[in-house]
């Protein structure tokens, strides 16, 4: 059963920075895509970023590029999120999210697994 598990969350004052880390376990995550996405209060949940695991092909959401790098180390079976001049519209839960397959999909139903989630709160 694959298990995906994320931590590094937390508060920062605008224009500071974060690093999210999703720590993957149950598959064999070669043939993955692995995507972050989040939820704001009262809204839908949104795509952020994805990656391929099986090589450093990358997504982006356009209120995101530029300011976040979404990059996995295989040794480990971790994909992270630097997210760096963070907005206090960057507040929501974040989630990490695998499918099986090669395409960097942006909409969530396509991800066939989810972690708990870890809340980023930036601060004005």
């Known amino acids: 059963q694959v298990q995906l598990v994320e931590s590094g969350g937390g508060l920062v004052q605008a224009g500071g920075s974060l690093r999210l880390s999703c720590t993957a376990s149950?598959?064999?995550?070669?043939?993955?895509?692995m995507g972050w996405f989040r939820q704001a209060p009262g809204k839908e949940r949104e795509f952020v970023a994805a990656?391929?695991?099986?090589?450093?092909?990358?997504s982006y959401d356009d209120a995101v590029k530029g300011r976040f790098t979404i990059s996995r180390d295989n040794a480990k079976n971790t994909v992270d999120l630097q997210m760096n001049n963070l907005k206090p519209e960057d507040t929501a839960v974040y989630y990490c999210?695998?499918?099986?397959?090669?395409?960097?999909?942006?909409?969530?139903?396509?991800?066939?697994?989810w972690g708990q989630g870890t809340q980023v709160t930036v601060s004005s």
């Open positions: 999210a695998a499918r099986f397959g090669v395409v960097r999909t942006t909409t969530s139903n396509d991800y066939n697994y």
């Open positions: 149950g598959g064999t995550f070669s043939r993955y895509v």
């Open positions: 990656i391929r695991w099986g090589e450093r092909t990358t």
